[in-house]
């Protein structure tokens, strides 16, 4: 019996035999259209942006806005006391009037000068004198009316008005004080639709950007999208107009700025006041993106590993062999979809299920993978970033 079950036992090990190589799925990489998107830290600004001042000294009557509200060009907002410059207004007035009867009077005395030194009964110095008199009179006239528009002028600035459309801050005096042209900024007014958005670039960045889009349509083949600090995607869209002339030395980036409409916001989500999505100041993520798609090798996001040496795939060839290949990611990627700048080819066999059970250059038994994340339409363009 001992004999027999020992003959048993060498018969089973012989039939196992030795393991034969670990089973994965595969999947082909494949072209997709991929909206081209690269992501930089901005910051919102302005289009326009005032501070008021006051720019003749007196006290404030009126305040005539809300703090935080919007505002059009031309209302008024701020009235200062116009009496003592009313009065000014008048004493300039009565001089110009006395100025202009000095030259009336000088252009008598000189049409009589001018009567008598024709027929003879006048001398060449009284003429001449008369002259002078008439030219110095005018002059005087001149000097006075020009005195009486800078006292109409300052009686104008008694009232502050909004000189563009904004939204204007809070005030930094209240009615009752007395303001001057060194009160400093006595309020702030920002415009808000449209609004700047401003981002830094390293310069590599520039030049991979504009090598991209230079046959593309430049500026044109681009536009700016925002993503909020609660990672919402702004629903406007903007455009790339402005490029900085200079590059900071300290970091060596380059400014680039677009312009982005800030409409009201519905009246469900403003709360019934007229609130609008960006506020300047605010910093924001600017997805940089191509305005058409272009075709770009893509393989599901969960293919590739990484290491201390960088992204990889495996790659199973002919030979059955994965072979690790090194590749570089498109910005465009996603948590789902990995968009292939460089290392991998539209057709070749990327191992997905099983990557726990391979090292490099092992043989394996390739098959296609049940599901895949990339299979059937897929995502659209619009929203593969």
């Given at each position: ?155 104008g600035y008694t009232d502050i ?17 007395v303001v001057g042209p060194n ?203």
């Open positions: 019996m001992l004999l027999l079950a020992t003959v048993t036992i060498g018969t089973a090990h012989a039939q196992a035999g030795p393991p034969g190589p670990p089973a994965v799925g595969v999947i082909e990489a494949v072209r997709r259209p991929v909206t081209e998107s690269n992501e930089f830290v901005g910051r919102v600004q302005a289009v326009e942006r005032v501070d008021l001042v006051a720019r003749v000294t007196g006290y404030i009557e009126e305040r005539l806005f809300n703090e935080g509200a919007e505002v059009k060009k031309g209302d008024l907002l701020y009235r200062l006391e116009r009496g003592p410059y009313e009065a000014d207004v008048a004493a300039k007035e009565a001089a110009v009037a006395q100025a202009e009867a000095e030259l009336t009077n000088a252009r008598i005395q000189l049409e009589r000068a001018q009567e008598l030194r024709a027929r003879g009964a006048g001398t060449q110095a009284a003429l001449d004198n008369a002259t002078a008199q008439e030219r110095s009179a005018a002059a005087q006239l001149l000097s006075a009316q020009a005195q009486l528009r800078q006292s109409q002028i300052n009686l008005n909004a000189p563009i459309d904004g939204r204007i801050g809070r005030t930094a005096v209240t009615a009752g004080n009160s400093g900024v006595l309020t702030t007014i920002v415009s808000q639709d449209p609004m700047y958005v401003v981002f830094p670039v390293s310069m590599r960045a520039a030049l991979d950007l504009r090598s991209r889009y230079a046959d593309k349509g430049g500026f044109g083949a681009v536009e700016i999208r925002l993503r909020l600090q609660d990672g919402r995607t702004y629903d406007q869209a903007g455009k790339l107009d402005f490029v900085d002339i200079d590059v900071n030395q300290g970091t060596d980036t380059i400014t680039l700025r677009g312009k982005i409409p800030n409409p009201i916001l519905p009246r469900g989500e403003g709360g019934g006041q007229r609130l609008r999505e960006l506020v300047s100041g605010q910093f924001v993520t600017v997805l940089l993106e191509a305005v058409k798609p272009v075709s770009l090798v893509t393989v599901p996001r969960a293919a590739v590993l990484s290491d201390q040496r960088g992204n990889f795939v495996y790659v199973v060839g002919a030979d059955q062999r994965a072979q690790r290949r090194a590749v570089t990611l498109e910005q465009s990627s996603t948590p789902e979809t990995a968009v292939i700048a460089e290392g991998l080819k539209e057709g070749e066999r990327v191992v997905l299920e099983g990557l726990q059970r391979i090292q490099p250059n092992m043989e394996v038994s390739a098959g296609p993978v049940e599901s895949s994340p990339l299979s059937g339409s897929g995502s659209p363009a619009g929203q593969m970033r």
